[in-house]
């Protein structure tokens, strides 16, 4: 990861000096790095513990895309915080937050094209374009909160589990070419994926510290898998005085934190939890197929990392 920070680093290097002061003030914020972690460890696992030149390309490509889009949802979502710092466009405006997501996007396809990664790219590619549906499927539907469980499942594939799974993928695809585990870890993250944004979901229902306050997915209108379970297994009334409330009231903190109340009642974070929990296990069952390695066990580890964190 230390030998991976200084190739990202080179990776977002640029001849703009207000583009190299903003490149190392993210890299300076950096947050978990799990999606490298990612590339690293599935590559590790598929070729006895080695990587290669190829191997750090995919993780910098991941981490260049996955930061052009934080910065550029951030600018969506009108958010001044990031990780606990100000957003880039908190500190300089929407206009050049938007133009270093750009910057950054550009970075990432040609270090596969610069290096002939056509393959790489693909992968990449793809994710780019999930990621930009999903996004517009998740407004689309939060305009009519007509939701159900499996365009959530779409959604959330599309737009989280995709570059999760991309990172598997990318980190299979740089030390092998053998397609049939190249598709086995692509599912793989895809899976993990799937539980993470879940477990984002959660966080929205709980009072912990984790550097996102409570009920903004309400306040957003986004409609994630506990309000879904809540507005399917309650009454009509019900339904409609909490469809009203995201509609018209989401901005009230009261209100927010009766639906808040309300989806807890209706059983909707147990029945989100034991959702993850079941992609937690099809992702451990899947990794099970492989050898039991250091590297498989540090996989694991990351798989009951996405159910566990805090943050």
Request: proline share 2%; aromatic share 8%; hydrophobic share 40%.
């Amino acid at each position: 990861m230390e030998l991976f920070e200084k190739k990202f680093l080179l990776a977002m290097s640029s001849r703009v000096a207000l583009l190299n002061t903003i490149t190392y003030y993210i890299v300076n914020r950096k947050g978990k790095q799990m999606r490298p972690m990612f590339v690293f460890l599935t590559a590790k696992l598929l070729n006895d513990g080695v990587v290669n030149e190829r191997t750090y390309r995919g993780a910098s490509v991941i981490e260049l895309i996955h930061t052009a889009t934080l910065v550029h949802d951030d600018v969506v979502d009108d958010s001044n915080r990031r990780r606990g710092f100000f957003s880039i466009n908190a500190l300089w405006k929407n206009k050049i937050a938007v133009l270093v997501g750009d910057f950054l996007l550009s970075k990432g396809l040609l270090l596969c094209i610069d290096n002939k990664d056509f393959d790489l790219l693909e992968i990449i590619s793809v994710a780019v374009r999930e990621m930009s549906e999903g996004e517009l499927l998740q407004i689309e539907k939060a305009r009519r909160l007509d939701i159900v469980e499996d365009i959530y499942y779409d959604i959330i594939r599309k737009k989280t589990a995709t570059l999760i799974a991309s990172c598997c993928a990318l980190g299979a695809c740089s030390v092998s070419q053998n397609k049939a585990a190249i598709e086995d870890f692509r599912k793989f993250g895809e899976i993990i994926g799937m539980a993470f944004q879940i477990k984002d979901d959660l966080f929205d229902y709980t009072d912990e510290a984790i550097g996102k306050p409570t009920g903004i997915d309400i306040k957003e209108q986004k409609m994630t898998l506990p309000l879904i379970y809540a507005l399917n297994h309650c009454t009509p009334q019900e339904k409609s005085w909490c469809i009203n409330s995201i509609k018209n009231h989401h901005k009230d903190k009261k209100r927010v934190k009766e639906v808040i109340a309300f989806v807890k009642k209706q059983g909707g974070l147990d029945y989100a939890e034991q959702k993850m929990i079941q992609f937690k296990e099809e992702a451990l069952q899947l990794l099970h197929t492989y050898p039991d390695t250091e590297y498989r066990q540090a996989l694991e580890l990351m798989v009951n990392y996405v159910i566990d964190r805090k943050i």
